[in-house]
């Protein structure tokens, strides 16, 4: 089946640092999606990017899906980013799977 | 405007018992999901629903059923809970078919042990 790997698995930065995760999967998808998960549980869809560039405030995200790769990008980072980032991909198959990657685990520490 | 809820926040049940998780949205919107979160994991889809009266497998269905009561609510029922259960349970909610995989909204989630 298809996997779905994220790097780097953990990262501390100070905060007004910036830094790149990436998400790489196996085979071709239909859609991705990036995620933040708050210290409290809370989910937040950030984008919804299948291909292309998207850019929200701070956050930026890229996909090169012939590539299979996705990038999130998180400049001037702040205590408030801290969380974990998880990417999922969707694709059509036998049925329909939405499939997460493991997630890196996000600290900005003041 | 409440956005996605669930409830309970929290359960505690032993092997064998039988619990519904229940979820509405407010949103009008037409996809629900369910998933599972284990720790350090990602989630894991359960089950979802693209319509009222319509539900679909998501990758690990054993051992749950749902219901899509109407557009709002969407409940996970566990029969026979088993430890294996114990998890973190997220619902969401889409307003297109799931093959869009647009923008999801997601609940608090409900917090399950299974002693």
């Known amino acids: 089946g298809i996997q779905v790997e994220q790097s780097p698995p953990d990262l501390i930065l100070q905060e007004g640092a910036n830094s790149t995760l990436r998400c790489n999967f196996s085979?071709?998808?239909?859609?991705l999606q990036w995620f933040h998960q708050n210290p409290w549980g809370q989910l937040i869809n950030l984008f919804y990017?299948?291909?292309g560039t998207k850019q929200n405030g701070r956050l930026s995200a890229t996909t090169v899906a012939t590539e299979r790769y996705s990038l999130l990008y998180i400049s001037s980072s702040q205590t408030t980013d801290s969380g974990v980032y998880f990417c999922?991909?969707?694709?059509?198959?036998?049925?329909?799977?939405?499939?997460f990657g493991p997630g890196t685990s996000l600290s900005v520490i003041p | 405007n409440a956005g996605v809820t669930q409830t309970p926040k929290f359960q505690v049940l032993k092997t064998g018992q039988s619990m519904t998780l229940q979820c509405a949205q407010d949103?009008?919107?037409?996809?629900m999901y369910w998933y599972r979160q284990d720790p350090g994991m990602g989630l894991r889809l359960i089950y979802y629903?693209?319509?009222?009266?319509?539900?679909d497998k998501g990758e690990v269905p054993n051992g749950y059923n749902v219901s899509r009561l109407n557009k709002r609510e969407f409940s996970l029922r566990l029969e026979s809970a088993a430890p294996s259960q114990t998890s973190v349970y997220f619902c969401?909610?889409?307003?297109?078919?799931?093959?869009?995989?647009?923008?999801?909204?997601f609940g608090p989630g409900t917090r399950l042990t299974v002693l």
């Open positions: 999922a991909v969707y694709m059509k198959s036998s049925y329909d799977k939405v499939i």
């Open positions: 990017i299948p291909s």
């Open positions: 969401a909610s889409s307003v297109g078919r799931p093959q869009m995989m647009d923008t999801q909204y």
């Open positions: 629903s693209a319509s009222e009266g319509t539900t």
């Open positions: 949103m009008n919107h037409n996809s």
């Open positions: 085979d071709s998808v239909n859609n």
